[in-house]
């Protein structure tokens, strides 16, 4: 069994920045893809940036620039440094990943998401 646990999430003032963080942990043989999605009240859930196992990276049109993901394979984190943020920013942000257990099954994993509001 896999978990991926976040922290970070907050209230920020517009043009302010915070810094989202995914730990994952569990029978983990190797961690694939991972990912920042992010859903608003009414709205679809959303990608906001991923990071493959060779590190090249995805963002969403309206993050680029703003937003950078990284990882630390030794440490199996995912972070997303959001700056500049902007009210429609806010949202409930979850951490993806594609985890390869060590019983060689791949799966699928969220966390289970932190608040981001930007306000003023």
């Known amino acids: 069994q896999v978990q991926l646990v976040e922290s970070g999430g907050g209230l920020v003032q517009p043009g302010g920045s915070l810094r989202l963080s995914c730990a994952a942990s569990?029978?983990?043989?190797?961690?694939?893809?991972m990912g920042w999605y992010r859903q608003a009240p009414g709205k679809q859930r959303e990608l906001v940036a991923r990071?493959?196992?060779?590190?090249?990276?995805d963002y969403e049109d309206s993050v680029k620039g703003r937003f950078t993901i990284s990882r630390d394979n030794a440490m199996n984190t995912v972070s997303l440094q959001m700056n500049s943020l902007k009210p429609e920013d806010t949202a409930v942000y979850y951490c993806?990943?594609?985890?390869?257990?060590?019983?060689?099954?791949?799966?699928?994993?969220w966390g289970q998401g932190t608040q981001v509001t930007v306000s003023s």
């Open positions: 990071i493959d196992s060779g590190d090249s990276t």
């Open positions: 569990g029978s983990i043989f190797r961690i694939n893809t």
């Open positions: 993806n990943a594609d985890i390869t257990t060590v019983a060689r099954v791949t799966l699928t994993t």
